[in-house]
Structure formats: structure tokens, C-alpha cells
């Protein structure tokens, strides 16, 4: 027979679809095919494959070849079909067995001497081809990659004559194994590094123990980027499952997997010129954007109103539902998104308002301008909005011997703790409760229902307002290892609402 049947997998969102790559040969004029929904780099695979077999001293067929990747409607990219489609001609012109290759897939870019080259989307790959109970094939450099999902079978390798020689068994490959003497990246800096500002760590304390999304307003200079950029010192590292889910997102990113960095929790803080299509995921095909490469981590915005309204308002789906859709005219990519959300942002444009020592030279209506960029839904979303205020010269000069800040170890401890209270009682944070869970978890004494119930009205919050208060509260009640929440429990979250407060108090021009 001059057809040969090869397994590979395409890239599709996080997910890694069949491909089946059929090699057939025939009579008539030399011509190489390839159909299927092909993209630019998939068609030039003929040019890389031809050489490839060349320069390894194969024999490339002088007949009709046509590869087909099955399904046809699915869109091919990329050069991880180079070494099916190479092996597909060896198989289909009798050069290696056939016997052996519906046990296995494989993946990987050819280069021109038939070295094998990295290709983006393996552990999805690995994930896919285990479900199937199919061993994997894929190049030495994604060996790290691969080598996270425990107890599958793929072997590495760095040319194409090594894939060959396996498969005749001449020479087997290796396993990739994770190598157990790597050490884990480590996040290097402290909340003893912050001098003063012990309202924002005690805010900042709480938001890691509940998951909560946290907004800093202050002047400039405050500290408030070094608290926000210290929340994964005091957060515990990701479980197994948890670092696949990341390492998932990073492997099919145009940034690609660090296994350096394995473990390691996602901290994204992308510039404040970012379009809506950089923060969301966007392109052709779809990679994820910085909220999905932030998934069980954080994302930071700095600088909060100076992002373009429409990236603002592009959070607010993904901050409900924890996942984002793409949709194009041709096909649609869902990536998760349960971020983190931190951000920070002046009072005002000159960044002094209400300050007690500088003056504020912003008039009334530019104040009003300014924080209207942010949307009344996007703020209610936010769990804690505390302000940051400017420290005195006294403070900023104090040595380390008399500086009483805690450690983030210290501070980790105490959330690692109060995690464990939320997991134990609901399987999940008090940040991710929904309304119905709310009634059956969060239950008030008399007076702090009445102080509640009293500050709705005169603050006039929104039901999603009450709500977030509540699991804030909620947080704090098991920080202090208390069952029910207590009139000072809802006293303190009501003071993690500034912007729902008149805080700005506008220096006139």
C-alpha cells in the first residue's frame, strides 16, 4: 500500500484536537500536496520535510504525494506537522514499519538537517494523548514540558533519525521525566520592605486570605505598586493541579513555558496602553491575553484610570465568570481567567487631592472627569477600594531595627491558615461564594445585621456591593478564627469601601 496513517494534534484555545495526517502516494506527475485547511507555515512544511528526508539520507519519493489533515474544516497552524507528514512518507514508501505507529502521535518542527525544534501547545498535547492511552513523540527541547503530567508515556527526541530508529527498535528513546534536583523559582520580595501604611498590608492581608480583588487609591509615592507587587510573597504556592492549569495557558502563549518557573504563581501587570485585545487574548488563531495568563494568580493595573474605557469595562465578565470567550466569524477559543484582581490609582489627575501636604490643582469638574472613568459596575466588582495615604519623612527613615513591619512569611501564615477555615467549610474562597452560599456561610450577629443593613441605606449600595461586604467580612472573621461574623467584622469591611465614601476633599484652584 502507498498510505500511512500518522496521530498528531492541532491547537485550538487550550486544547490540543486530533489530527489524523494521511500519506498517500500514487501515480503521475512528481507534485506535493497538502490539504486540509492549511495555513502559510503548514504549506511551507513541504519545502522543510523534502530537505529534511534529503539531508538524512532517506529517499523522497519522485511520485504524487498528497497529505490530508484530518478534519478538514479544522485550521491547521503552525510547524508541529512537519515530523508527521515526514514519517507519513517514510511509512508510506516502506522506509519504516507501519506496525507500530497507531500507538503512538507526534509532534515537532523539522529543521532542514532533520533536527527536531520546540513547538508551542505540547502539554495540552500530553493531556489529550493520555486521555487516549497513546504515547507521545515530541522534540528534546519541550521535554521539560511534557514531563508534568505524571504517569504518561512520552518519549523526546532531537532528530529525525532518533524517531526512526525507535520506531524500527533499534534504539529506544527516553522518557521525560521531571528531574527532581530543579529547583522552584522562588518570588524574592517582602512586606517588611513597606515602611508604615499599616492599614493597606492589614487590607492587603485580607485580600490574600479570601481571594478578594483589591483597588489602592493614593497620591503618588505612597507604596501603593510595592504592596500590590508583594501579594505573592504572602499567597501559598499552587497546587499540582492548579500549576498544570498555568502552565497549560503559558504553553500555548506566545510567550511559551518557562519549567524554570514551574509552580511559580502568575503575577501579570501589563502597561496601562494595552488595547482590550492584550489584556482579553485576540489573533489568528486565538492566544490567551493577560488575564488568562494570569489565571490562579494576579493581575495588577497599575495606573487604573488611564487604561482605555473599553479595557476596563473587558474585565468585567471575566471577573464574574472567571472565564473569557473569544469569538470570531470563523471559530470560537474559551480560555479561564480566575484572576486575582489588584490595581492602583491617583485621586486625581495631579495625583494630590485630599492629600495634608501637598495642594491639589485639579478643579472640581477634572476630579469628577477623572474617576468617572471608572464605571460604577467595574468599581462594585471590586471587592476592597482602600486608601493609601502619604507618609511622614519620620516614618521613611526609620531603620530596619525599629521598623515593625511583618515579614510575608509571618503574614503567610495567618492566610495559609484562614484558607484552610474557607476550604474546610466550603471547598472554595470566600472571594468565589455566590449569593445562595452566602445565607448558608455568612452568619451575622443582630448588631452587625443592623450596622449592615443601616449603611445600605445611607451609602446606597447595589445588592453586588452588600454582597462583596459581606465575604470580606466573611475573610475577616476567619482571620480571627471566629465562627460568626461580629459587629466589628462588618465595621471593618464597610472601611475597605473609600471611593463609596466623600474621602477627596478638593483644594479649590
Not at 226 to 242: E, G, K, N, Q, V
Request: proline share 6%; aromatic share 6%.
Amino acid at each position: 500500500m502507498t498510505l500511512a496513517i500518522i496521530y498528531s494534534r492541532a491547537c485550538s484555545g487550550i486544547t490540543a484536537p486530533l489530527v489524523t495526517v494521511e500519506a498517500h502516494l500514487s501515480r503521475g506527475l512528481p507534485r506535493f500536496n497538502i490539504v486540509g485547511l492549511p495555513e502559510a507555515a503548514v504549506q511551507e512544511s513541504k519545502e522543510r520535510v523534502r530537505s529534511a528526508l534529503l539531508n538524512t539520507h532517506f529517499e523522497f519519493p519522485v511520485r504524487r504525494i498528497t497529505i490530508n489533515l484530518a478534519p478538514a474544516d479544522l485550521p491547521k497552524e503552525g510547524g508541529r506537522f512537519d515530523l508527521p507528514i515526514a514519517l507519513g512518507i517514510l511509512a508510506a514508501t516502506g522506509q519504516i514499519p507501519k506496525n507500530k505507529l497507531a500507538e503512538y502521535e507526534f509532534t515537532g518542527e523539522l529543521a532542514l538537517s532533520g533536527e527536531l525544534r520546540p513547538v508551542r501547545g505540547v502539554l495540552p498535547m500530553v493531556i489529550s494523548a493520555k486521555q487516549v492511552n497513546r504515547r507521545l513523540i515530541v522534540p528534546r527541547a519541550n521535554a521539560h514540558e511534557a514531563a508534568l503530567v505524571r504517569s504518561s508515556e512520552v518519549y523526546s527526541a532531537s532528530h529525525l533519525l532518533e524517531v526512526c530508529a525507535h520506531l524500527k527498535g533499534e534504539k529506544r528513546l527516553p522518557l521525560c521525566e521531571i528531574e527532581e534536583n530543579e529547583a522552584i523559582t522562588v518570588y524574592g520580595l517582602d512586606l517588611e520592605d513597606v515602611r508604615g501604611q499599616m492599614h493597606a498590608k492589614r487590607a492587603l492581608e485580607i485580600a490574600a486570605a479570601g481571594s478578594h480583588s483589591l483597588l489602592f487609591v493614593g497620591p503618588p509615592g505612597t507604596g501603593k505598586t510595592m504592596l500590590a507587587s508583594r501579594i505573592p510573597s504572602i499567597l501559598p504556592t499552587l497546587t499540582d493541579d492548579y500549576a498544570l492549569e498555568v502552565a497549560a495557558i503559558a504553553s500555548v502563549s506566545n510567550a511559551g513555558f518557562d519549567h524554570l518557573k514551574w509552580q511559580q504563581l502568575p503575577f501579570r501587570s501589563p502597561h496601562h496602553s494595552s488595547s482590550s485585545a492584550a489584556l482579553v487574548g485576540g489573533g489568528r488563531p486565538p492566544r490567551p491575553g493577560e488575564i488568562s495568563l494570569a489565571h490562579r494568580g494576579i493581575l495588577f493595573l497599575d495606573e487604573l484610570p488611564e487604561f482605555h474605557r473599553n479595557v476596563l469595562e473587558s474585565l468585567r465578565e471575566p471577573l464574574e465568570s472567571g472565564h473569557i470567550t473569544i469569538s470570531r466569524a470563523a471559530f470560537q477559543s474559551t480560555f479561564p481567567a480566575k484572576f486575582q484582581f489588584i490595581a492602583a490609582m491617583n485621586p486625581c489627575p495631579c495625583g494630590f487631592a485630599g492629600s495634608p501636604t501637598d495642594s491639589c490643582h485639579c478643579t472640581i469638574e477634572q476630579v469628577q472627569r477623572y474617576l468617572r472613568k471608572l464605571s460604577g459596575p467595574l468599581l462594585d466588582r471590586i471587592d476592597m477600594q482602600v486608601e493609601v495615604p502619604s507618609l511622614p519623612p519620620e516614618v521613611l527613615a526609620m531603620n530596619a531595627e525599629k521598623n515593625s513591619s511583618e515579614s510575608s512569611d509571618v503574614v503567610r501564615a495567618r492566610v495559609i491558615k484562614a484558607r484552610e477555615f474557607q476550604l474546610t467549610r466550603q471547598h472554595k474562597c470566600n472571594a468565589e461564594l455566590l449569593p445562595n452560599e452566602l445565607t448558608m456561610h455568612c452568619h451575622l450577629e443582630e448588631g452587625a445585621q443592623q450596622l449592615l443593613s443601616q449603611m445600605m441605606l445611607k451609602l446606597n449600595f447595589s445588592a453586588r456591593v452588600y454582597h462583596r461586604i459581606l465575604k470580606v467580612a466573611r475573610t475577616i472573621a476567619d482571620l480571627g478564627g471566629v465562627d460568626d461574623i461580629l459587629i466589628s467584622h462588618i465595621s471593618e469591611a464597610l472601611t475597605y469601601r473609600c471611593l463609596d465614601r466623600v474621602i477627596f476633599k478638593q483644594n479649590p484652584r
